[in-house]
């Protein structure tokens, strides 16, 4: 039950702000989302080409995201938050090695962390809420079982009916937060009719229509979990396809297999592009008078310097070069 008006959060000072932005950088792209630490690595070759509209206010932000490269993205979010990611075009996502459902749905809790990997094609709604937030339109009893249910709902016991069903609602809620920032007159009445939408919505998502049933986790979901844990906690310029074989205890035509299923790439090829992601974000990070293209690339691994300048350029549409120097001017 949302609480009395007496109880508002929108003030004339404290509308929600409508962001958009588009051609982002990877880069610009994990930086776009209150509340989540991110860190990207393409995955695809071609330009990154990310989309969003973002709707914030002080207690919650609500993003329509889209791009056209596929990518991994690291996240963990803050303590006190909730997120929620909703797919809005039916590709394949992996989380944490898992490939999702027909609903395509995934959620972060107090301070959980994920790896996810996007299509190529992809678009979706994510919502992230401060759970001080929840207070202000519930009874402490009911914010917290609207939290508990939450932690519930990462576990996958919640129904993909009830997940489709809060992904329309969620979408509905972009638009009419959209026609209100085109308002001259900020109504903090209409806001507070928008806020009680989102905040009924959730409540009755909740409620009931729970289930019990896990899905049965793939064995070789799991080893790819595995291997995404350890590739991503191990320093990029030693880790090797022996290296993850020997610390995973799994054979290497386990791990080769599990990879090009659910990836469709090689773990050499994974790796590969995981540094190049990492040589361009050094590069970025460089003064050009201070640090070479040459000798950047060597502390990452890289032998043969023309094949490797071949390769990102291919990959990211400009060479080592640009990336160095056109970021600094």
């Known amino acids: ?6 109880m508002t959060i929108v003030s004339d000072n404290s509308f929600p702000k409508l962001i958009k932005s588009s051609s ?27 989309h969003s ?3 914030m206010s002080q207690n919650f932000s609500l993003a329509i995201r889209e791009a056209d490269t596929t990518h991994i993205q690291n996240a963990k979010i803050g303590l006190g938050k909730i997120g929620m990611m909703f797919p809005l075009v039916q590709n394949e996502y992996i989380s944490n090695g898992k490939s999702l459902g027909p609903d395509k749905q995934y959620i972060m809790f107090n301070g959980d962390e ?17 759970t001080n937030g929840l207070q202000k339109y519930f009874s402490e009893d009911e914010a ?35 026609e209100l920032d085109k308002r001259i007159d900020k109504n903090p009445l209409a806001y507070e009719d928008a806020y009680e939408s ?11 229509h729970t289930s019990k049933v896990f899905e049965r986790i793939k064995n070789n979901e799991r080893l790819l979990a595995r291997a995404l844990e ?8 030693t880790i090797t396809v022996s290296s993850l074989v020997k610390n995973i205890h799994a054979s290497s035509r386990s791990i080769q297999y599990c990879f090009s299923e659910l990836l469709g790439m090689s773990p050499k090829k994974y790796l590969v592009r995981l540094r190049l992601n990492a040589i361009r974000r050094e590069l970025n990070d460089s003064c050009p008078t ?11 691994g890289v032998i043969n310097i023309g094949r490797f300048k071949q390769d990102y350029e291919e990959f990211f549409n400009e060479t080592p070069r640009e990336t160095l120097f056109n970021f600094k001017a």
């Not at 201070?290 to 000798?295: A, G, P, V």
């Open 1 to 6: 039950m949302i609480m009395d008006s007496c």
């Open 24 to 50: 982002q950088t990877i880069e610009e792209y994990s930086n776009a989302i209150p509340a989540l630490d991110l860190r990207s690595s393409q995955l695809s070759k071609g330009n990154f080409n990310g």
């Open 53 to 55: 509209k973002l709707i």
């Open 114 to 130: 994920n790896k996810i990997i996007y299509p190529k094609k992809h678009k979706h709604i994510t919502l992230i809420l401060d």
């Open 144 to 178: 917290q079982i609207l939290i508990d249910t939450y932690q519930d709902m990462s576990n996958g016991m919640v129904s993909s009916d009830r997940k489709l069903l809060l992904t329309q609602k969620l979408y509905n809620l972009f638009e009419d937060f959209k």
């Open 198 to 208: 989102l905040f009924y919505a959730l409540n009755n998502y909740q409620e009931a």
């Open 230 to 237: 350890y590739i991503h906690s191990e320093p990029l310029q």
């Open 290 to 300: 201070e640090k070479t293209i040459t000798n950047i690339a060597n502390n990452y």
